[in-house]
């Protein structure tokens, strides 16, 4: 079984990476509109690794063009 934790801060991250999260989910905007991934210096600690993200209200991407190319 793969553990997934979400969290919106860096400080989340660290802890759910403590807690041994095989997978973190990087959130903004909480459930307003389902956890948007986060734009500035979170987002940018991330980037470089593969991560799902959505940064817009559509269907997560796991894939690194999309990751890369602006919405």
Do not use: F, W, Y
């Not at 470089?48 to 999309?66: C, F, V, Y």
């Amino acid at each position: 079984m793969r553990i997934e934790l979400s969290t919106d801060t860096v400080e989340g991250a660290i802890a759910a990476d403590g807690l041994g999260a095989d997978r973190i989910e990087l959130c903004s905007a909480g459930v307003v509109v389902g956890a948007l991934t986060p734009e500035g210096k979170l987002d940018e600690v991330v980037l470089g690794e593969l991560i799902p993200t959505r940064p817009h209200g559509n269907r997560a991407s796991q894939k690194r063009d999309a990751l890369l190319r602006p919405s």
